[in-house]
């Protein structure tokens, strides 16, 4: 069944928010996106700076959410390089404890909607079940290799820097409406067109020297959007609000069009067909859908069709007929990440913080690698290139699948 378009959404009164029928975001609602936040920014400079005085910092911004008087902090923007190039804007601390609230009310209602092949920022659903997931759609649609099919692979053109934030809350705003039955709905309203709408290019701190910026292309930039336009990368109301504003596309695509073999990771999908006429025919269709109803378009230089022998990339991983290899552009940003913690050390003795950052992102690339065949890589890549020095500090546990440290680095 086709889901309404954004011109089929009918329209609505402006909601009239009754003070003393609505109830409020209560206090252990605050602590428990708090205590979700933590789990993931505890180290970072303004997470510290909250948690010195977490319970008055709660209770002051529950009481500016409740109150209405709620505005949105100062991100910090800078530059990534690994895995891609990209434009970060990292929310306050304490605007992350209000997306994770936001997030914390809405996202099983999400899960409903939300088809089974969407891989991105789902529990169970990451990388690793997307990789496996479109390797199975190929061995069925091909029955086990014996029959032709083929793949076709697309991507989207600066995806977040394209998103609609009119098309997006509309989105949601009719979505909460419908499914949403908790008395606290206006105010669920509110603190997503305020995460929506805020830019935050207008009130940022440049982390970094902004000649950073000189290469970068302005398509991929919040810097250089039309108004209205585009989400920060790095914030988790982001990620979630950007799978739901391709939903309606996979409903679409599903359903509409009845493509049984159909995954897709953020901007990055994949469909798996017995006939090559017919994934020729569906591109102009996709094109059709996403600029009349996403404003979203195809990058033209990323149309990938071959048949299922040639194999496909997709999400650091190359997915041949019954092997999946580590990409090479995944196994650079591996030796790169090494070369940098190599490069701390030759310089001083690592900070706790440091330390720390060293084993996240060590175990995050072995944490991908361990599941398909890459242990004499992973070996190799690490004992001919990790310097000595954090090997007297760490060990690998599980096969080369994970570093421990032996024992607290002093500062």
Known sequence: ??????????????????????????????????????????????????????????????????????????????????????????ADFRDRVVHHLVI???????EKQFIHDSYSCRVGKGTLFGIQRIDKFIRQCSTNYNKDCYILKLDLQGFFMSIDKKILFEKLQYFINQKYTANDKDLIIKLCKKIIFNDPTKNCIIKGKRSDWDDFPSQKSLFHCAENSGLPIGNLTSQVFANFY??????????DLKIRYYGRYVDDFVIVHESKEHLKNLIAKLTAYLQLNLQATIHPKKIYLQHYSKGVKFLGTVILPNRIYIASRTKGNFYNAIEKHNKIVRNHKPTKEEQQA???SMNSYLGIMKHYKSYKM???????????????????SGGIAKFVLKRKIAR
């Not at 391709?246 to 359903?255: I, L, Q, Y």
């Not at 000595?388 to 760490?394: E, K, P, Y």
């Open 104 to 110: 914390g009310k809405i996202n099983h209602l999400f």
């Open 246 to 255: 391709m939903d309606s596309f996979d409903h679409f695509v599903k359903h």
């Open 378 to 396: 992973r070996k190799k890549m690490l004992f001919k290139n990790l310097s000595a020095w954090w090997w007297n500090h760490v060990y690998l």
């Open 1 to 90: 069944m086709q889901q309404l378009s954004l011109f089929e959404i009918p329209p609505k009164e402006k909601p009239k928010i009754d003070l003393e029928g609505m109830r409020y975001i209560e206090l252990a609602e605050m602590f428990e996106a708090y205590f979700n936040c933590r789990n993931n920014k505890r180290n970072t400079a303004n997470a510290i700076a909250f948690e010195v005085d977490y319970e008055s910092n709660l209770v002051k911004l529950c009481e500016e959410i409740n109150n209405g008087t709620y505005q949105i902090g100062r991100s910090i923007a800078f530059i990534v390089d690994k895995p891609v190039k990209r434009e970060i804007f990292a």
């Open 358 to 360: 060293f084993q996240s």
